[in-house]
Structures are given as structure tokens and as C-alpha cells.
């Protein structure tokens, strides 16, 4: 009969070939989801960062105290689940103390749990027990990732914004980190090479009671976090000194 088209059965081998295909396109597309970070993120990885925080009380005349000193970032575990990277960190820049809690000396880095998505969001997971955790099951960190644990998005562009807290955008740019702008990335990294075009990125995050800020390079990491206390002083500045484990920078 014209006008009908027969539909012919595809022979096996074109069917186990086309599900290869398939897989392989499949595969391909998991891959570069799960493979989207902002800097390398791999066992062995240090960013050795100067620390200098200060305290004082607002009553008048209550000296300033500074304190001086090294703060170490470090990856020692990396795992998949679900697309997911789940990283035990020493050190997570972004969970250095107030000085506040300084007590007296600069802080010693403990472990951290960091989460990397698959939409390019970097959490941070703060929990009891962090190695007790980490060594249990990885659903139980999963479980913990939202919206307000986010620190740093890949790829973004100034004016992009996450972590809102409460999960809404405030139209005068509160309470979430807000990306800003890009300016020349630094020059003088040990470790690092910096490119003639590399850029870093100015991300804040501010509330009521704090200010905190840092420069992000593509490929290297953060550069510079400094965090600012309203009312009783209390401000740290890490400044990037040294990166090991990096190898050749991202172009």
C-alpha cells in the first residue's frame, strides 16, 4: 500500500551499537558534570595562607589586639556519590574562627567536610565529629547540602548571587555572597605561575552583624578572605602566601 512506511526491525548489532553510543554519550556527559570545579580540588592540594586577626572591645580606650600567624588549607579525601564530590578538608578557608575564639593564639586548622554539586555550587558542611562523619555513610553529608551552605558558585559572572539566606534574593543584596567584580589576579603566588590575563573575582557576603569578602582566581583558588565584625572589633585577613600540589595554572 503507498502513502505507509514498514517499519523494519533493527538488526542486533545496530541496536547493541547504538546502546554503546548511547552509554558512551552518557558517560561523557556525567563525566564533565561531576568534573566542574573552580580550582583543582584533589588530594595533596595546600594553599598556606598569612593570618592576621585582631580584636577590641567598643568601650573607649580598649586596646587593640593582633595576632599573626599561618593558616594552612589542605585536601586529604576525595569520593564521588552521585555526581557529587565530597571532599575532607584541613583548614577550609572559609571556616577560620572569629578572633573572638582565637583565645589568645591564632587558631590551629581543623577538618572540614566541602561538598562540590554538580550545578558548580561549593558547600560547606560543618558538623560534630567531621572524620566520624566522614567515615560513615556518604548520604548523611549529602543530606546536609542546601541552599544557605553554598560559599562559591562556577561559572558566575558579577552580579550573580547564592546562599540567600532563607532561599530568597533580597533586592539590596543581603544576607547571600554576591559576586562583584574582576580585577588583576595576583602576581606573586609561590607556586603559582600567573597568566598576563589572568582575572580575580571580588565575592561578598553582608549582614547585620558581619562582613566577609574574597578574591577568587579561576584555577588557583582563593586568594584573599578577610571577615569584619559590627560593633566589638573582631576582623581576620588570610592572604595567599604559597600553593603546593597545583601543577601547570589553568588557561
Not at 154 to 164: H, I, L, Q, T, V
Not at 173 to 187: G, K, M, Q, R
Request: proline share 7%.
Amino acid at each position: 500500500m503507498t502513502g505507509l512506511v514498514s517499519c523494519v526491525p533493527m538488526p542486533h548489532s545496530k541496536r547493541r551499537l547504538l546502546s554503546r553510543i548511547v552509554l558512551t554519550l552518557f558517560s561523557c556527559l556525567v563525566t564533565w558534570a561531576a568534573a566542574a570545579e573552580p580550582f583543582p580540588l584533589r588530594p595533596g592540594v595546600s594553599w598556606t595562607y598569612r593570618l592576621e586577626g585582631t580584636t577590641a572591645s567598643e568601650k573607649e580606650g580598649e586596646a587593640k589586639t593582633t595576632l599573626r600567624g599561618e593558616w594552612v588549607m589542605e585536601v586529604l579525601e576525595v569520593r564521588s556519590v552521585k555526581l557529587h564530590k565530597l571532599l575532607l578538608v584541613k583548614g577550609s578557608i572559609f571556616a577560620v574562627p572569629a578572633p573572638f575564639e582565637w583565645e589568645g593564639r591564632v587558631p590551629v586548622p581543623d577538618l572540614n567536610l566541602m561538598v562540590l554539586a554538580p550545578d558548580g555550587l561549593l558547600h560547606l558542611i560543618e558538623v560534630p565529629e567531621t572524620r566520624k562523619v566522614w567515615d560513615g555513610d556518604p548520604k548523611a553529608i549529602l543530606a546536609k547540602v542546601n541552599r544557605e551552605t553554598a560559599v562559591l558558585r562556577w561559572p558566575c559572572k558579577p552580579g550573580d548571587s547564592w546562599a540567600s539566606q532563607g532561599g530568597r534574593k533580597r533586592k539590596d543584596s543581603l544576607y547571600c555572597w554576591l559576586a562583584e567584580d574582576w580585577f588583576a589576579a595576583p602576581e606573586v603566588v609561590k607556586g603559582w605561575v600567573a597568566q598576563s590575563e589572568q582575572k580575580a573575582l571580588t565575592v561578598s557576603y553582608k549582614s547585620g552583624p558581619d562582613n566577609q569578602s574574597f578574591a577568587f582566581v579561576p584555577g588557583l583558588g582563593i586568594t584573599r578572605f578577610d571577615s569584619s565584625h559590627h560593633g566589638d572589633v573582631a576582623e581576620f585577613s588570610a592572604e595567599l602566601v604559597q600553593v603546593r600540589g597545583l601543577g601547570e595554572p589553568v588557561r
